[in-house]
């Protein structure tokens, strides 16, 4: 009970521990230094990184400032529209980071960002195939998520709402009954929008929240990481705590026995 | 002539993968680089031995900021 207690039980994924519950994404940062400034207010231990074509202009390297912050790195495929594409971008990852990792994200279209579930699936498939940890990116659809978690996927990573949106979580009931649904990990990932769709997130029953825009994005992205963090603390002991139920009508918190009487 | 990250390029023949690398500035063996010929990954060990064909699509990738 001390662990629960104190909410300090680590997240375990494919055999590795986390001690924190919050993954971070490097996308929208205006600066490599306030990226690393964030990466420890988070106290994040796994931080998302695209692939993309090389830019002789670039400012810094993004990798040599994650490697200094002593997280390690999980590879994303934004940006792919196929199986085919996402399974080669991932064996790309694999070849740069030295991870057999990598959140997998097949999208439908560009204006919802949201995934297409067949070619998730798919790709999913083949790179478990290959040996890789595949963490999907997926929509609240629990049939899906099993579908995934069956197929060898190591956690799942349902939306709370668009990418990017900060629409906090549309469907908590979906994103309960996932919980409910798969034995693998929860993470849930995008449309985070502040603290408090985290603390949400994580009383539902979710093992992690995964948070991109709402801290990169956000005035301050430094304080709102330590805000992210301390909302995954609250939200993982308050589901462990046990919520008290919903009720219509009042109940008295001070007892009505010995209540004076001044008629 | 090559097409490099979508771009035309002068080529030499037999040109290998690691001295492409290293001709944009990246190392010899830069941490976080990946690279694909005709859409095929190209290992990090091969990077010595695989000489570039003539016409080929190559893609040199690394790390970019993302969710």
Redesign the interface.
Same mark, same amino acid.
């Given at each position: 009970m001390a662990s629960t207690r104190t909410g300090s039980e680590p997240l375990r994924i494919a055999g590795r521990e986390l001690s924190s519950r919050l993954l971070l994404g490097t996308g929208g940062f205006p600066s490599l230094e306030l990226l690393a400034e964030a990466i420890r207010a988070s106290g994040s231990e796994l931080v998302t990184v695209a692939l993309r074509r090389v830019d002789p202009n670039a400012q810094g390297s993004l990798i040599d400032t994650i490697d200094r912050e002593g997280v390690e790195v999980l590879p994303n495929t934004a940006g792919c529209f196929t199986a085919r594409d996402a399974v080669i971008t991932a064996k790309l990852a694999r070849e740069a980071f030295e991870t057999n990792w990598v959140k997998l994200e097949v999208i439908g279209d560009e204006d919802t960002l949201l995934p297409d579930a067949p070619e998730l699936l798919k790709a999913a498939e083949q790179l478990v195939d290959e040996g890789f940890v595949v963490l999907p990116y997926t929509t609240d659809d629990p049939v899906l998520a099993r579908r995934l978690v069956d197929v060898g996927c190591a956690a799942v990573m349902p939306l709370g709402a668009p990418i990017g949106s900060g629409m906090g979580i549309r469907n908590p009931y979906n994103i309960a009954l996932i919980r409910e649904s798969v034995e693998a990990p929860v993470v849930l990932d995008a449309g985070i929008g502040t603290a408090s769709d985290v603390a949400l997130a994580m009383e539902l029953g979710c093992d992690a929240v995964m948070v991109a825009s709402a801290i990169s994005r956000a005035q301050d992205p430094v304080a709102m990481a330590a805000a992210m963090r301390a909302a995954v603390e609250a939200g993982r002991l308050a589901h462990g705590a046990g919520r008290i139920p919903r009720k219509t009508y009042a109940t008295p918190s001070t007892p009505v026995a010995g209540t004076p009487d001044f008629s | 002539m090559i097409v490099l990250? *979508?771009e035309r390029r002068e080529h030499g023949a037999g040109e290998a993968v690691a001295a492409l690398v290293q001709s944009? *500035?990246?190392g010899a063996q830069p941490? @976080?680089?990946?690279?694909?010929v005709d @859409?095929e990954?190209v290992?990090?060990a091969a990077w010595q031995t695989y000489a570039i064909p003539d016409g080929a699509r190559v893609?040199?990738?690394?790390?970019?900021?993302?969710?």
């Open positions: - | 990250n *979508g944009l *500035g990246l941490r @976080g680089v990946a690279v694909a @859409g990954v290992p990090r893609e040199v990738l690394t790390a970019m900021q993302g969710g």
